[in-house]
């Protein structure tokens, strides 16, 4: 079955310090992939996709993410991360024969002053 | 960000009652999607439409009806609410399939 996983469930990190979190996808073919953001007590915000091309792919706020074929991720990155970061992230994807969008379930991410 | 508004924002009802959420968006977009998102398991679908009166099952569809009269219509309606139908509520909008979906701010429903 097709899923998606994000295997932390909480990170804190300290202001000023990078971070990555990790996506990893199961599917039988490379899917469309993305990152959303989500504030408390607000929707989603997408940050970023992955279509094809270059597998490097730069989002909004700073963070980018990179898709890994041979190890079926795709990990999001921010070199320095901001207070106003903290917020809870999730990874999607959507293809094979559904063509429906699968969410992980979700990284809640702390930033210590 | 994409034109989307959900009503109402917050409810609660009791067990057994009907309720009815809106999704609006003046996008024109062919797709929207009912989601819930409850702890531990992100998001889940619905039901979605990719037309005017053409709807689909999601992952967690029992329960719930929709229905699309207009385009930028979309409601979502629990026939007799349960306290499992207790979660935030999004609508989200695409223009095919696999494009990028675009989310409501979301409806916070309790049942008691």
């Known amino acids: 079955a097709q899923s998606v996983t994000q295997p932390d469930i909480h990170i804190t990190v300290s202001e000023g310090a990078s971070l990555e979190l990790r996506c990893n996808y199961s599917?039988?073919?490379?899917?469309?992939l993305f990152w959303y953001v989500q504030s408390p007590g607000q929707g989603l915000q997408l940050l970023l996709k992955?279509?094809?091309?270059?597998?490097l792919v730069q989002g909004i706020k700073g963070f980018e993410a990179e898709f890994k074929r041979s190890q079926s991720s795709f990990n999001l990155r921010k070199p320095s991360v901001h207070w106003s970061d903290a917020a809870e992230y999730f990874c999607?994807?959507?293809?094979?024969?559904?063509?429906?969008?699968?969410f992980g379930t979700g990284t809640l991410l702390a930033v210590q002053p | 960000d994409a034109g989307i508004t959900q009503s109402p924002r917050h409810k609660v009802t009791e067990t057994g009652t009907p309720v009815t959420l809106r999704c609006h968006q003046t996008?024109?977009?062919?797709?929207m999607y009912w989601y819930r998102q409850d702890p531990g398991h992100g998001l889940r679908l619905i039901h979605y439409?990719?037309?005017?009166?053409?709807?689909d099952k999601g992952e967690v569809s029992d329960g719930y009806s929709v229905s699309r009269s207009k385009t930028e219509d979309f409601l979502l309606t629990l026939e007799s609410a349960t306290s499992s139908q207790t979660s935030v509520y999004f609508c989200?909008?695409?223009?095919?399939?696999?494009?990028?979906?675009?989310f409501g701010p979301g409806t916070r429903l309790t049942v008691l």
């Open positions: 992955y279509f094809s091309g270059d597998t």
């Open positions: 439409s990719y037309g005017v009166k053409d709807t």
């Open positions: 989200a909008i695409s223009d095919g399939p696999t494009d990028t979906q675009y």
């Open positions: 996008e024109n977009h062919r797709y």
């Open positions: 999607a994807a959507n293809g094979g024969a559904t063509n429906k969008l699968i």
């Open positions: 599917y039988g073919a490379t899917p469309y």
